[in-house]
């Protein structure tokens, strides 16, 4: 199963945009891009998914590298609310595999007021 | 909606004991999966479903058990409980498993086990 990585931790200001970074230098052509966060004691939520054009939703944006091995998580004005652990994962579209995903450690995101 | 409901949502179990975490969906989704997330970790995956009938391991299925006899249900069993498997349990569902370009997983809330 392709892996990603992500740094353990970044801070941001309020009201800045924030850059989380993802490294998926193995993915495959049939990986899905997707992006969790979990807020303090909560099931993770999803965030925003992508293959290989970038993406916008009320949420966020999905930039993804032009040769898929790196993509960046983008907030466009962080709150408070949006401290979080933030998962970079991959989801291979190919049915046998069932969806399984592999979640790493994740960015732990701090929001200073 | 409800979602993706899990019960109970806190347990304390003793050495050697056994439980069943419930998990339920009403989105009427085939894949469902049952993750354990220890302190400051990330999510691993114990066992996982594509429809009712069918199962199978995940990262970390030892000392764990599932069933699926209906779309909506996806019990967790643990058998001989032990202090390694004091953790949150979360589980989760999809419609198409990632086949899908619109395909995301939903996330119930959580069960908190501690095994003395």
């Known amino acids: 199963d392709a892996k990603t990585t992500q740094p353990n931790s970044m801070e941001s200001n309020e009201e800045e945009p924030v850059h989380l970074p993802c490294n998926h230098s193995t993915i495959s052509g049939t990986d899905y891009i997707h992006w969790y966060r979990q807020l303090p004691s909560q099931g993770p939520e999803y965030v925003i998914h992508g293959l290989t054009s970038n993406v916008n939703n009320r949420m966020a944006s999905l930039a993804i590298a032009e040769d898929r091995k790196s993509s960046t998580l983008i907030l466009h004005r962080a709150t408070l609310r949006d401290a979080a652990v933030y998962y970079c994962?991959?989801?291979?579209?190919?049915?046998?595999?069932?969806?399984?995903?592999?979640f790493g450690d994740g960015t732990t995101l701090t929001v200073k007021p | 909606n409800a979602g993706v409901t899990q019960t109970p949502k806190f347990r304390i179990l003793k050495i050697g004991q056994s439980m069943t975490l419930q998990c339920a969906q009403d989105?009427?989704?085939?894949?469902m999966y049952w993750y354990r997330q220890d302190p400051g970790m990330g999510l691993k995956l114990i066992y996982y479903s594509v429809g009712a009938g069918i199962t199978d391991k995940g990262e970390v299925p030892n000392g764990y058990n599932v069933s699926r006899s209906t779309t909506e249900d996806f019990p967790l069993r643990l058998e001989l409980a032990a202090p390694s498997q004091t953790s949150v349990y979360f589980c989760?569902?999809?419609?198409?498993?990632?086949?899908?370009?619109?395909?995301?997983?939903?996330f119930g809330p959580g069960t908190r086990l501690t095994v003395l």
């Open positions: 989105m009427n989704h085939n894949y």
């Open positions: 989760a569902s999809s419609g198409t498993g990632g086949a899908s370009r619109t395909d995301t997983q939903y």
């Open positions: 994962i991959l989801r291979d579209i190919i049915n046998t595999n069932a969806g399984k995903s592999t």
